[in-house]
């Protein structure tokens, strides 16, 4: 792309002051629009280094209300965010609802900089390159405007640039000593930002290319399409997402009233014997998987009074506290609505070798939100494709997740509430909702049918845990656990 | 403390396994009564390398409820905890209300480490200990139960189960560099943790010396002592807290009454040349700042209407983005409810070299707060202590901390007011609410003269804004910015 890319021709200089001066004022207003209708702005600021990047980004927000935006510049990935998917850094700064966050360098120089210093294989930079897609994608979806700007000099601009910011001693400390190597090698980075502009160049997200040689012209070219891709977000506020294809490998499940409990029984001397071995044996696995630093990612869904906590308590009496961490999620609070519904999710990620246990996940977009009409029926259409998309993400990492449906029959479920009901050291666990959502019984049989259909992909499918008897199902989990940890160890 | 320690006398095998199973069942009664009493508790774990802090821990949450508590392993401060203050990533981890934190290790074994290693000057580690003394007195002062716990062994002990753990190949690794070297340094070691025991042992959360030697026995004196703690903590819920003499320099400040308005205008062409040469002269100390690795916080308060963002922006105008956030702050969300009242700021608080600016800040807790009754008596009259105690820490950190009050008249506000009302463009800005909190302009005057009064300490002084006159605000708070910054650069 910037290979074949020409130059636009430059305004004369009153021209340029007007359009900015104009633009600067729409930019104003835009700026209480977005705020009334919700809507979050993305800006990614890539090129060049000393192309002008900070520069500009300063200049657009300077007249912008500082509670609206924040400015993110992120250096090589720490220690830590190395132990985290490559994109958990950039997904925890995405803006509220109404909010700008600019990104002075994001993901794209990132894997720029690492596919230059051979650091990434051509398998893992199309994985890589699928990732950004995904990632913008589920932004547009969502309704973010992502806008993607490139700050385009030449070789020789950037060397006279680098130059002269050395012989100042004042500004000397800003030219790395990557802006140097960039230089001298610029024929062979400019390839690599070539390919990576045209590999994710895509209608929603596309890519602008800015001379940034002059640079009132730079900025000039930056704020109005800013203000340009802004408008065309507002108008574009309510149109419906179309539903992407699923393409991703299934585990075919069976449907819910399929699953028997016949046989789903343990007797209690044969499960304190069994959960006491397998405790052992997941214990010293989680050293190893410490160790190899693999994360582990479990997700727990189920029915109201299926036995999630007695279960999730048996799989962490094993582990070492040190190295796991149990998310209870309940509704979102309102800088978590706020966002992309994985945000919540996303930064609690676990570091590789740790293990993470959702008790309640993502999953709650295609049940209670879909049934409670807390999201448009467009938004839980869509996020079948979002999660497996997330649960990708997650074992390209390299992350084990693993999910499981704590199953028990109507009849179970009403006895278990009466038990709680009647019992004055359990009424805390029973609430009305309880009872409100048992009414809804059917119509969550046929979401949870449809969401274990659609999201039991080869790499993260669905588990059934029969809940009847407790110990069964404790058990399964255990040997479930052990058995997915022993395939990757 | 541990030097004059005499060992309890260790009960036999039977009555220990039924005081254990006794105290297992109490606990996890307990839970229950935490989470609806809503009192969060804090278990420090200290002690000496192998003495068995994690693997007591753990068969003490072992049947509790996994949503209650998390525990917390932190090794060496990280790069990114070392351009913080040093509690910070402790106070990030306190738990929320009705919930546990156990740390396995904390900031003792930190600060012994520094110390034993000489990496603490006298006078900074009197520093630490005060910082540590008055977090954990806030702590408990805020309604936290704080159980200190210090795990004692012999050196011939520690010795032992090191040699042990390395002759397994499985646990080898869990020996590190440091344990050894703990263990041919014991007595100097000990007498470094013997004086932070000492120094830090104080009624609210006295430490508590568990003799480590037989597993089952520390086990049982940790779970006793626990279980203690919050029966205690359960029954003193509603005692108010004596509310701590000031012990911190202060500046005389005048009443609010007693501003004068008179001088403090600016004409605009003035107004204009100053800005431009002021804001140049900020952004180069910006560079500068961020060279020499100084934090600087700015807090914004001031009447409705001042022109609190309009002031903001002119500073933040004249920052590179890349250096500074802003913080509006509204009610606090509800995770940010269910701990102190200070958590939210702390959490906020810039990297050394960093910038952030708050727009309105932790002195709602002595003004909206205090007035709208969402707090006790007791909670905001302690606060002003309280704050100047985290003001401190920010400045003992090597912080600027720069405080404003933007202050106007009662008739300039209701012109104001008046004005956005009238005004297609800006009646975003005007809400009921302000029109509410203008009718107590009175108590809300008290209540900052008061404030301001009891918190303009020498190391971080208010600042009033006389604001009728924007433009004379503006350039004074750009002056006074600059003029702290000169101070120290």
Redesign the interface.
């Known amino acids: 792309m910037i290979k074949t890319w020409t130059k636009p021709d430059r305004p004369n200089e009153e021209s340029m002051k007007q359009r900015w001066d104009e633009k600067k004022k729409l930019l104003s207003a835009q700026q209480?629009k977005l705020?009334?209708h919700k809507l979050p702005v993305i800006v990614l600021m890539e090129g060049w280094g000393a192309s002008g990047k900070?520069s500009t980004?300063?200049s657009i927000?300077?007249?912008l209300?500082?509670?609206f935006f924040?400015?993110t510049?992120m250096g090589k990935p720490?220690?830590?965010d190395q132990r985290r998917p490559f994109l958990y850094r950039y997904f925890q700064e995405i803006p509220e609802n109404g909010q700008f966050t600019?990104f002075?360098s994001g993901w794209g120089s990132e894997l720029v900089d690492k596919r230059v210093h051979g650091e990434l294989s051509d398998e893992e930079y199309v994985k890589r390159i699928d990732s950004v897609k995904r990632f913008e994608r589920q932004l547009t979806d969502n309704g973010y405007a992502v806008v993607k700007l490139f700050m385009q000099v030449s070789h020789k601009e950037q060397k006279a640039r680098l130059d002269a910011l050395e012989d100042n001693k004042?500004t000397r400390?800003r030219v790395s000593e990557k802006d140097r190597w960039q230089n001298k090698h610029y024929d062979q980075y400019m390839d690599v930002f070539n390919q990576y502009l045209i590999d994710t160049n895509v209608s929603v997200a596309p890519w602008h290319i800015i001379d940034a040689k002059n640079k009132k012209w730079a900025k000039l070219q930056v704020i109005e399409i800013l203000c340009d891709a802004i408008n065309t977000a507002l108008q574009n506020e309510h149109i419906a997402v179309p539903i992407s294809q699923n393409v991703f490998p299934l585990v075919p499940m069976p449907k819910l009233a399929d699953v028997s409990f016949a046989d789903a029984k343990m007797p209690q001397e044969e499960y304190k014997q069994k959960l006491d071995e397998l405790q052992k044996k997941l214990s010293?696995l989680h050293?190893r998987l410490y160790?190899k630093k693999i994360p582990v990612i479990i997700a727990y869904e189920g029915w109201d009074a299926a036995g999630k906590?007695g279960n999730?308590?048996r799989i962490?009496?094993a582990l070492?506290?040190?190295g796991y961490?149990?998310y209870?999620i309940a509704s979102p609070?309102?800088?978590e609505k706020n966002r992309h519904f994985l945000w919540r999710f996303w930064t609690r990620l676990p570091k590789s070798g740790h293990i993470a246990?959702f008790?309640r996940t993502w999953y709650g977009r295609v049940m209670v939100e879909r049934l409670e009409g807390f999201c448009s029926t467009n938004d839980w259409q869509r996020a079948y494709n979002e999660i497996n998309e997330f649960e990708k993400e997650l074992t390209d990492w390299g992350a084990i997740v693993i999910k499981f449906w704590v199953h028990i029959d109507k009849d179970t479920q009403l006895q278990r509430f009466t038990d709680r009901q009647n019992n004055p050291d359990k009424q805390?666990k029973i609430t009305d909702e309880d009872w409100r959502n048992r009414e809804k019984w059917d119509d969550y049989e046929v979401a949870i049918d449809e969401m274990i259909a659609k999201t039991s992909t080869a790499f993260a499918p669905w588990h059934i845990l029969e809940s009847v008897d407790k110990n069964y199902a404790r058990i399964k989990a255990l040997e479930i656990v052990i058995d997915e940890i022993e395939k990757r160890i």
């Open positions: 209480m705020k009334n900070g980004i300063r927000i300077d007249n209300d500082p509670r924040k400015v510049s720490t220690e830590e600019f002075n004042d400390w010293q050293y160790r906590g999730i308590k962490a009496a070492d506290p040190r961490k149990v209870p609070e309102p800088h246990i008790d805390w």
